[in-house]
């Protein structure tokens, strides 16, 4: 199995950046797909973007693409979610998650691994 943790949440204003990044340890990284969902107060848990074992396959929320960018890097075991021109309607904690079935999947319920979440708060 995979232990994952999310760092690089935060504050920012309307129209920033911010780099999430999701540590895996365990087993090796590179055979789990990899996804990024968020869940905002009072709503539920809400696909973001997911990517197969290389990184060359990708799918997005329609409300992230061309803001939002997934990758990984299996030889440091860490996975990342690029988040720019971010909104007030981003703020959400936001969690990493891993699959061991190789083909993309954009429900929480396709996913048997969690990390604990980061927060990210955009304000307007």
């Known amino acids: 199995q995979v232990q994952l943790v999310e760092s690089g949440g935060g504050l920012v204003q309307a129209g920033g950046s911010l780099r999430l990044s999701c540590a895996a340890s365990?087993?090796?990284?590179?055979?789990?797909?990899m996804g990024w969902f968020r869940q905002a107060p009072g709503k539920e848990r809400e696909f973001v973007a997911t990517?197969?074992?290389?990184?060359?396959?990708?799918d997005y929320a329609d409300s992230v693409k061309g803001r939002f960018t997934i990758s990984r890097d299996n030889a440091k075991n860490t996975g990342y979610l690029e988040m720019n021109s971010l909104k007030p309607e981003d703020t959400a904690n936001y969690y990493c998650?891993?699959?061991?079935?190789?083909?993309?999947?954009?429900?929480?319920?396709?996913?048997?691994?969690w990390g604990q979440g980061t927060q990210v708060t955009v304000s307007s």
């Open positions: 998650a891993a699959r061991e079935i190789g083909t993309l999947s954009v429900v929480p319920a396709g996913y048997r691994y």
């Open positions: 365990g087993r090796p990284f590179g055979t789990y797909v």
């Open positions: 990517c197969n074992w290389s990184g060359g396959s990708t």
